[in-house]
């Protein structure tokens, strides 16, 4: 079965490159600044990691492709690694437009595609390997060049074992070919930014955007006055309601994003407080109104949609909270003649999903485009007027060290969609704390601001770029017990750090945090505690966690798992 299937994908693969009259578009000054930087390395056969900061519609891809035409030319390969699947369709038609031969690697392919591919990659046949974080591994036997693009995205981290960076490992990849690694983004993660900063990485600014079109104007809509002034009892308020109106009606299209999958993010009774969590993870269930299910987003639990309190027996539930679900059945209420279509988790689980609703909004047929963090980067239509942030504060306040990080980059990349073609664009962004500096700095569009605001808050804690974290998690079924499996753990890392501040070195020096609870306590019916590690360097941190963990004796049911430069904090 697989070998036949194998046969007829053979068939029907192009066997020439397709060169197109795009092969050789004129850059602009600094696309070849950036081009010229990348060149250098690729002719000196030397590894070098340049970082490219260039703004939302600056022509990063541009650059990436006529890199990519030279290592080709010599007869050699290239990575280009993208965070979502839902930007490879669109990545994939650019490049085989340029090479022909493309071969895509992501987690939606079935055994026998991703069989073919990797077949083909190690034959040296495709010349551009395009895919998400794992095809960091692709068996290219003539490499050239990796980049990663939008390398700030959190997904380019894997959560389960092993566990890796995916820049940490293209960055030991390109070193050992002696090749260049290429990292791309209009907001960069900021141990990139001070990597560059400190001579690690080569850095290029791309401030402009392609033909000189000015980036979007920016608008916050501060929602505590709105909520005073009772304009809007929905997810829209007045001003973002009245300017869909006006994109709409002068023939623009339009992007709300909201990240929060579901219809209703917490159900409960309000007769007696009940509140329905999941029994396996103590975290809200989210209400799916279509399938009238409750579902736990983190270890899938379902719950048919209760009509009463399952405690008391009410029949009034409250369905508090607003997901993605209950924004596209308001916007539909509101905008009855223009097609709608929602992108999220939940929307695009069948495959060629996201091609297809890309290519609807594309050619035009849907006006209205809202989603969760999927459709806030990579995207690239010319008739998207407006994009409207529905609450930049969903992110905001959780206990991560990176939130504001992440928040102003996921309103400063969602921006960046409109405004690319001659219509122009505006940006409308809804939050509580419009004086906050992560939506200060995005409303500016202004890296630098908020990297100067954000770093010495980094730096005064010890937290990455400026040190170096081990985030331990011991899991068990029974709370008293890995509780105390966690408590033994706290007690091996303080007698290492207490020995390992005996050393002269300052790097030496070691700050311990917790055990503690985790932010979510139980998931998967595992209670868990977090004890986390910091060091100005590597090696000491390395060397206290590998004492302690050799040292604990744990019992069969209790699991401790080591996540060195942890990524997800919850």
Known sequence: MILAKTQRMRSTEPTQPAHTAEEHLELNADQQAALTTVLNAINASRHETVLIHGITGSGKTEVYIQAIQEVVSFGRQAIVLVPEISLTPQTE????????????????????????????????????????????FAPTPHLGLIVIDEEHESSFKQETAPRYRTRDVAQQRAAAEGIPLVLGSATPSLESWQRAIDGEYRLVEMPRRVFDRPLPQVATIDLRVEREDRQSRGALSRPLLMAMERALQDGGQVILLLNRRGFATHVQCPACGHALNCPHCEIALTHHRHAQLLICHYCDFQLAEPNRCPHCGFDGLRFSGRGTQKLEMEVRARFPGFECLRMDTDSMQRPGSHQEALRRFREGEVRILLGTQMIAKGLDFPDVTLVGVINADTALHLPDFRAAERTFQLVTQVAGRTGRGPR?????????????????????????????EELPIRRTHGYPPFGMMVRLVVRGPEENLTREVAAELGRYLREAKETASKAAAPAAELRLLGPAPAPFPRLHGKYRFVVQLLAAEEEPLRAAVRTAVDRLKLPDDVLVSIDVDPVDMM
Do not use: C, K, N
């Open 93 to 136: 038609s650019r490049f085989r437009a340029r090479f022909g031969r493309v071969a895509v690697l992501h987690s939606h392919l079935s055994d026998a595609e991703r069989h073919w591919h990797w077949e083909q990659i190690a034959d040296g046949q495709v010349p551009v390997i395009v895919g998400a974080r794992s095809a960091v």
């Open 424 to 452: 122009g664009g505006r940006v409308l962004v809804q939050t509580y704390e419009p004086e906050h500096s992560a939506i200060r700095a995005a409303v500016r569009h202004d890296y630098a601001m908020f990297a100067a």
